[in-house]
């Protein structure tokens, strides 16, 4: 009984760093909108990225698992992302359809 719960806790722990990773990401891709940037600058800024995310994460794997990869840090992880990225696309969907409506209103 006590490994379930200490894989639930590794779990949402890996979901926590999911989520963390692609608010990162989200912060980044919203600093390049505010700032306008040349494109080796971009991709400069990916790459930096995507090596801090798998020292990051491969960090996070050795501290909870110790070293050990598990379907269910995996699954946390990508679970994490998936939720900030379906807040986000809801979030620019009712700011597009609260712009749209504005709009009508002003027309008519």
Known sequence: MFEVGRE?????YAVL???????F????QLTRC???????????????FWIFASIYLFRQMYRTTYGSIRWFFVLGIFLGVGLIWYISCRGRRY?????????????G
């Open 25 to 28: 990401y989200q912060f980044l």
């Open 8 to 12: 639930f806790f590794i779990f949402i």
């Open 17 to 23: 760093a999911g989520i963390f990773l692609m608010l």
């Open 34 to 48: 505010l700032i306008s940037h040349k494109l080796w600058i971009v991709n400069l800024g990916d790459i930096i």
């Open 95 to 107: 700011i597009r359809d609260k712009k749209n409506v504005e709009k009508k209103n002003k027309k």
